[in-house]
């Protein structure tokens, strides 16, 4: 029966491998009849990886990511020196999959909102805050009444003093909108992880990472409205204008790209179970890359981080100038302040000149590791997932330059953050793609993958 489904599904993909697949159905059915059952389900299972990542066209190999996913759902039980995540089977598989990366795609949306409301400067209106939250106004008297807690703020009397009831609801309704989106993020969370312990999908150890996302997505609550309540509180200085601190807003948006990582890699891990691999030659370059993405990795991380910083300072709204910062290429500002280390998260010239630095590190070290493993005997999946890095490493800096020039607007700042987000998705699939397969799966594997013209 698994055979059969194998064999099904292989031939509804591509049916030019119908040969091929039929003869390494007869090598499975004749090993098992000379060796233990144990044995024979690990053979056949590696088998099924094997060919469940091929997809031909015109005679060539080509990525299948969707084949990838389906082939490692199959069969899985009995695998030497693999631990699934997910019991009940390929059914339970696929549905605990879509709601990781359901969720994962949903604190994607709360990073774009967020940088939305800190844009449009709506992030300071609600001067209050709720773990459970609350009802919006919804009459004219309440509405007065939040306007009225808002005009005691700091922001208001030194920026927006004279602003209309009506552009106050605007910034409201955003900030708002970003509070409740994250306790939607809580539910449709907690109750399909509710539902799937029940049923007994989970296991030890993908609960406990679960558990444990959890737990920082109520933290990131908390860290939030810490953040708010620093841009509440009296500028230092009577011509500074009120901003929340740049070192919680950079903790609060590190936060959530940590709990993305975590869903996106756990969400890959469940559908995934093995890497792409068809030979060992494969298997050898993918480790080659392996060891030059994870630096690569995080000087990406490193470069998000100081952009947190760059907004936090509201540093893109100095020296919007490119490549040059002004008419200099390092400001002479860049170590005004004592102690020393100070500059580096607080002094605008040097948070901006650092943010420069490290995108264009981020460039070129993506770009040294396409030309690295340019002849690297690797899966096709990998190396089409290295180009597309490369060009959304050479987009991304295309969007900081363009937003630095144009003073920051809503659309290309939202863009750029979003940008660093989806370069951290694809280094963490190249991370996930390239790591090492299990046992069974190595054992089964030919030296040199099998091409076909």
């Given at each position: 029966m698994f055979q059969s489904r194998v064999i099904s599904l292989i031939l509804k993909r591509n049916k030019a491998s119908l040969n091929s697949i039929l003869a390494n159905f007869k090598e499975t059915t004749s090993f098992r009849a000379s060796s233990s059952s144990l044995s024979s389900s690990s053979s056949t299972v590696a088998r099924s990886s094997l060919y469940g990542f091929r997809s031909l066209y015109k005679g060539t190999y080509m990525p299948s990511w969707r084949n990838m996913s389906t082939a490692a759902a199959v069969g899985m039980e009995n695998k030497e020196g693999l631990k699934l995540l997910v019991t009940g089977g390929p059914r339970a598989q696929k549905a605990v999959g879509i709601w990781l990366f359901g969720s994962a795609a949903w604190v994607f949306s709360m990073v774009i909102l967020g940088g939305i409301t800190r844009l449009t400067r709506s992030g300071l209106?609600?001067?209050?805050?709720?773990?459970?939250?609350?009802?919006?106004?919804?009459?004219?008297?309440?509405?007065?009444?939040?306007?009225?807690k808002y005009k005691q703020s700091p922001e208001y009397m030194r920026v927006n003093k004279g602003m209309s009831l009506e552009d106050f609801?605007?910034?409201?309704?955003?900030?708002?909108?970003?509070?409740?989106?994250?306790?939607?993020?809580?539910?449709?969370?907690?109750?399909?992880?509710?539902?799937?312990?029940?049923?007994?999908?989970?296991?030890?150890?993908?609960?406990?990472?679960?558990?444990?996302?959890?737990?920082?997505?109520?933290?990131?609550?908390?860290?939030?409205?810490?953040?708010?309540?620093?841009?509440?509180?009296?500028?230092?200085?009577?011509?500074?204008?009120?901003?929340?601190?740049?070192?919680?807003?950079?903790?609060?948006?590190?936060?959530?790209?940590?709990?993305?990582?975590?869903?996106?890699?756990?969400?890959?891990?469940?559908?995934?179970?093995?890497?792409?691999?068809?030979?060992?030659?494969?298997?050898?370059?993918?480790?080659?890359?392996k060891k030059l993405a994870l630096p690569v990795s995080f000087i990406v991380g490193i470069t998000a981080v100081s952009g947190a910083f760059v907004a936090g300072n509201d540093a893109g709204h100095a020296y919007n100038t490119f490549p040059k910062m002004g008419d200099t290429w390092i400001?002479?500002?860049?170590?005004?302040?004592?102690?020393?280390?100070?500059?580096?998260?607080?002094?605008?010239?040097?948070?901006?000149?650092?943010?420069?630095?490290?995108?264009?590190?981020?460039?070129?070290?993506?770009?040294?590791?396409?030309?690295?493993?340019?002849?690297?005997?690797?899966?096709?999946?990998?190396?089409?997932?290295?180009?597309?890095?490369?060009?959304?490493?050479?987009?991304?800096?295309?969007?900081?330059?363009?937003?630095?020039?144009?003073?920051?607007?809503?659309?290309?700042?939202?863009?750029?953050?979003?940008?660093?987000?989806?370069?951290?998705?694809?280094?963490?699939?190249?991370?996930h793609t390239t790591r090492k397969p299990s046992v069974s799966l190595l054992k089964s594997l030919p030296q040199v993958a099998k091409t076909t013209f």
């Open positions: 209106s609600m001067t209050d805050w709720k773990f459970t939250g609350s009802l919006p106004p919804l009459s004219d008297e309440e509405w007065l009444q939040e306007f009225e609801k605007f910034i409201y309704w955003m900030e708002y909108a970003h509070r409740m989106w994250g306790r939607g993020l809580g539910i449709i969370f907690a109750l399909p992880f509710s539902y799937f312990l029940r049923k007994g999908y989970i296991t030890l150890r993908l609960g406990l990472k679960l558990s444990a996302l959890f737990a920082l997505g109520a933290g990131q609550g908390l860290i939030g409205w810490w953040m708010v309540k620093s841009g509440l509180e009296e500028p230092p200085s009577e011509y500074a204008q009120p901003r929340v601190s740049p070192y919680r807003l950079t903790a609060h948006l590190t936060s959530a790209f940590v709990i993305y990582t975590g869903l996106f890699w756990t969400a890959l891990s469940v559908v995934m179970p093995e890497p792409p691999a068809e030979s060992v030659a494969w298997v050898r370059g993918a480790a080659k890359v400001p002479d500002d860049i170590f005004n302040m004592k102690p020393l280390i100070r500059n580096f998260f607080e002094n605008t010239s040097m948070v901006q000149l650092d943010h420069r630095i490290l995108a264009t590190t981020t460039l070129l070290s993506i770009g040294a590791l396409w030309w690295s493993t340019r002849k690297l005997d690797i899966h096709p999946a990998i190396r089409s997932l290295i180009g597309s890095t490369v060009g959304m490493a050479a987009l991304q800096v295309t969007l900081g330059i363009s937003t630095l020039l144009s003073y920051v607007p809503v659309s290309l700042g939202t863009a750029h953050q979003a940008g660093a987000l989806t370069l951290l998705t694809l280094m963490i699939l190249l991370n």
